[in-house]
């Protein structure tokens, strides 16, 4: 298999996740950074079409290889790809804005600089910040700078001279607020360029030291009473908070630190990478490792960190790691999180470090097989969508069902290697609850079927998915703990309203994407076990509604009861039979007994 065989093989088994794609060139080069809501949806594009634009076909060409970021959201995407560029400057990401040059935010080199944005940059002294690929974003960076901050908008000659001449008169502009009026000495040149030190600050994105810097001027001026320019601090700072708008890819809460996560599987062993600076992810990498020895987890942190951090030019005095053990790095200081900001982007490494794997893993299915397995792709999404540590092939969904408390029935519904296997189906009949308790259904038939299971020795399910959402999931986790059974069985529970899946210890609920395989393995599950728990329900029902009229009689038993219902269909048409037919059918005694109670409902 050539390289341009592989590189289309890789960008086949790309997940349908939100992200950001680089592509390489023969070099190991980063050519092109790029973000993407669907990452197989927008990459596959480059591949299967003729670009009119010679730039794109240019690019295309030079590809050799790409890697790949998955991200929560399409924001994530979007600042991430914004800081990749920063820091990689492809040449691509330059070349294919058409003859168009990316804009930049420039604060000029005169009395009372101004803010505002150009593409044209000139060496007059002027300082410029960017260039920036998103334009809609650095316009919201500038509305919240002019919203925050007292700047001129004005193209006057604010000269000191000037300014003395009194020409000037301060505009609308001042009469609002959004200007201190300079041009009519209402503001120094001093008090002008500490509001823009603070604006500098924002626009090289050290948001972290701006809000430190806010809270220590904030208290300052609270000591000294001065208390509306604590105020208008506090103001600032809150400003900036919903700007920034809580990314799990740009945080305020975080300084400098690297994060690096190593996974051990028996095969292989593999890695995810990432520099934080001043709570931005400059630098994410995954990829798969060399283990010739099979060494200790601990052991390829401390091999794997240094070389990282070389390569990466970073100067993190801590590491955010995968492992509790302590590690003994020369330079830097391991920590391993279990709550927080650190957490979650720990969190993301490893979710990184499972779509590798799963990337790998589609790859070999389409080496040896030509044919798309989708069943056993559905499976392999779902095991890295839950981070299960294997493929659940065993699956088996829960189900309740009943008429306004009435005959409670529960269905269990099994897969294996992602189709249905109906003959391991059960139904369970309710015996313990009364009324329409669906938590107690629940526990009463998880708690039958896996504590039978357990007494057979029977095989456990690789994941239980019980329908119904948070409320159901705790009941069934009740019944499989007091069975012993809470660290075989791996349960999620299904909300129905958005399709969420709940994981036990998990405050946030995780949502598929609306067009993985996974998702639809989860709603072939959902109704299949609907279905099947419907179905019985129904069943039992009319089966109870048959025998509610004439166990009334006594002397009439089910037997007899199903013969006549076999033979009338209804009691309407019971009613009016030729007495000595029923006779014939039951014997004379019990059709008297069943003539005699007609007539009681007669009179």
């Not at 208290?219 to 799990?248: D, F, N, P, R, V």
């Not at 189906?425 to 009324?435: A, E, L």
């Not at 526990?443 to 007494?455: H, I, M, N, P």
């Not at 995780?510 to 393995?521: D, G, N, T, V, Y």
Request: hydrophobic share 40%; net charge positive.
């Amino acid at each position: 298999m050539n390289s341009k065989e592989q590189l289309l093989n890789k960008v086949s088994t790309l997940p349908h996740n939100p992200g950001v794609y680089q592509f390489l060139d023969l070099q190991g080069q980063i050519i092109y950074v790029g973000k993407a809501i669907d990452l197989k949806k927008r990459v596959s594009s480059y591949f299967q079409k003729d670009h009119h634009d010679g730039k794109t076909r240019t690019l295309v060409k030079a590809i050799c290889d790409m890697r790949f970021t998955v991200v929560e959201n399409e924001l994530d995407a979007l600042l991430l790809e914004n800081n990749l560029i920063k820091s990689y400057r492809p040449r691509y990401n330059v070349l294919l804005k058409d003859d168009k040059t990316y804009p930049w935010i420039v604060i000029k080199n005169e009395a009372f600089p101004r803010v505002f944005p150009t593409r044209r940059k000139f060496n007059d002294g002027s300082t410029y910040y960017g260039p920036y690929p998103n334009v809609k974003q650095m316009h919201q960076l500038l509305d919240l700078i002019r919203e925050l901050f007292q700047l001129r908008t004005c193209a006057l000659d604010l000269r000191p001279e000037k300014i003395e001449q009194q020409k000037y008169k301060v505009c609308l502009e001042y009469h609002i607020g959004k200007c201190a009026g300079p041009c009519q000495s209402h503001q120094t040149s001093t008090q002008y360029e500490q509001t823009l030190q603070t604006v500098r600050l924002l626009l090289e994105g050290k948001n972290y030291s701006l809000i430190q810097q806010l809270k220590k001027d904030m208290q300052a001026h609270a000591a000294i009473h001065a208390y509306e320019a604590a105020q208008y601090c506090k103001q600032l700072i809150e400003a900036l908070g919903k700007y920034q708008a809580k990314s799990m890819v740009v945080s305020d809460h975080t300084q400098n630190f690297d994060v690096c996560y190593v996974e051990k599987t028996q095969d292989d062993a593999w890695m995810s990478f990432m520099v934080i600076s001043e709570g931005s992810i400059v630098h994410a990498y995954t990829s798969k490792v060399s283990d010739p020895l099979n060494a200790p987890l601990e052991n390829l942190y401390m091999q794997l960190i240094p070389q990282l951090s070389a390569h990466f030019e970073s100067q993190a005095k801590e590491i955010v790691v995968g492992i509790e053990t302590p590690l003994l790095l020369a330079h830097s200081k391991a920590v391993f999180p279990k709550i927080g900001e650190k957490k979650h982007l720990l969190e993301m490494a490893m979710n990184n470090v499972r779509h590798a794997q799963l990337q790998v893993k589609k790859a070999e299915m389409n080496k040896s097989t030509a044919v798309q397995n989708a069943p056993m792709q559905a499976v392999l999404e779902l095991q890295s969508a839950l981070a299960l540590a294997k493929a659940p092939l065993h699956i088996e969904c829960f189900d309740n069902s009943n008429l306004q408390g009435t005959n409670p029935v529960s269905a269990c519904v099994v897969f294996k290697n992602g189709v249905p296997s109906k003959a391991d189906y059960r139904h369970f009949n309710v015996k313990s609850v009364v009324g329409p308790d669906d938590f107690s259904t629940m526990k009463e038939a998880v708690g039958r079927r896996y504590s039978r299971l357990k007494a057979e020795g029977s095989p456990l399910p690789d994941l239980v998915i019980i329908d119904g959402g948070k409320g159901q999931l705790g009941a069934a986790l009740e019944a499989i703990e007091e069975i012993g059974l809470q660290k075989e069985l791996k349960l999620v529970g299904l909300a129905k309203r958005l399709e969420e899946l709940y994981k036990p210890g998990f405050s946030k609920s995780l949502i598929l994407s609306r067009r993985s395989l996974a998702l639809k393995l989860v709603q072939q599950l959902r109704d299949e076990a609907h279905r099947f728990g419907l179905s019985h329900h129904r069943n039992r029902r009319s089966k109870n509604a048959i025998g509610s009229e004439l166990d009334e009689v006594k002397g009439l038993g089910p037997k007899t009861i199903e013969m006549l219902y076999h033979e009338f269909k209804t009691l309407s048409k019971m009613q009016v039979a030729d007495p000595e037919l029923v006779a014939k059918k039951i014997g004379a005694a019990k059709a008297k007994l069943l003539f005699d109670y007609f007539k009681s409902l007669a009179d």
